[in-house]
């Protein structure tokens, strides 16, 4: 069992920035955010691999940045000149399986082994 608490959302206006954090029981071999608006499915935001090669959606590429800081045991989500359109729960998560690469679990977000309860982002227009 791996535990994931995230923090750090909150309510901030377009243009501005929020720093999401992911505290972590295990150092799994892929760790992501993913989220979900409402009425939408969920999807993959950014997700980084043990060697620290990442992959982002195309929607916040150049705009969010993930890190994960092993000495912490924390995840972090970067997200600069939010939009309203990034309205939406935010979720950490994370997977053992190794043989796979970070643009599957980007596009397969619900297949990760573990999810935390997430944390609200809200972009005002």
């Known amino acids: 069992q791996v535990d994931l608490v995230e923090s750090g959302g909150g309510s901030v206006q377009a243009g501005g920035s929020l720093r999401l954090s992911c505290a972590y029981s295990?150092?799994?071999?892929?760790m992501s955010w993913i989220r979900q608006a409402p009425g939408r499915e969920r999807e993959g935001v950014a997700v980084i691999d043990s060697d620290g090669r990442s992959s982002y959606a195309d929607s916040v590429k150049g705009r969010f940045t993930i890190s994960k800081d092993i000495a912490k045991n924390t995840l972090y989500l970067q997200m600069n000149s939010l939009k309203h359109e990034d309205t939406a729960m935010y979720y950490c998560?994370?997977?053992?399986?190794?043989?796979?690469?970070?643009?599957?679990?980007?596009?397969?977000?619900?297949?990760?082994?573990?999810r935390g309860q997430g944390t609200q982002v809200t972009v005002s227009s």
């Open positions: 295990y150092n799994d071999y892929y």
């Open positions: 998560a994370a997977d053992a399986r190794r043989g796979g690469t970070t643009d599957w679990f980007l596009r397969n977000p619900d297949r990760h082994s573990y």
